[in-house]
């Protein structure tokens, strides 16, 4: 169940309604959350390209109604200057299997000091590991490029083609220790033919990456999506 309400000065009295309403959802056993609409929630984006091609990736989820996403490349810098128009800072990191732990560490670090509300997975490509996890159990929130659970893995594109599929798509899922298989989000669909190869595949299915993860992430700021097992509800 999700209600949304309008109430004058919720601002400074939402501490009040939230005390007040603990014994009614302690009677009837129920799990909530109240979320303030007018509060921005702060993003945070991992990935494995360049800030030049990550900007659209990013940009994508992040321009919506209200937001303060203006275009532009991301560049590598340790802290948003004044005036910034993107409003991203951009920290350069390498991972490898030997610096994991430690790289690992350091985002955690860094979300922190930022205060980030929600991770999201663009193109990272990497494992994350079950400590990780546990830190943001229900915010990391991942795009794979395959209409899952068909054809997981790094290579999707090439695997759709040499099985002649005739439909393409993407998959936001939230992330969990199981590779690929966390709570389903948006998934969306292109049909293809025989006249497409591997490249038009993977061009076209960029595009659908780019809308799919732009709905997840926006409904997930929104609070419209509830986690039920490994399943979601999506007001959407």
Known sequence: MRVEFRLHDLASSGQVLEQEFKPIAGRFGMRWQLALAARRKRLGYSSRAPSTRCSS???????RP????????????QQPFAGDRSGYSFFPRSVTPETKVQAEAEALRLLASHAVDTIVLARYMQVLSADFLAQSPGRIINIHHGFLPAFVGANPYQAAYDRGVKLIGATAHYVTEDLDAGPIIEQDVLRIDHRHDTDDLRRLGRYIERVVLARAVGWHVDDRVLLHGNKTIVFN
Request: glycine share 26%.
């Open 57 to 63: 990736c990013c940009g994508n989820s992040a321009r």
């Open 66 to 77: 209200g937001g303060r996403y203006r275009g532009g490349d991301l560049e590598p810098r």
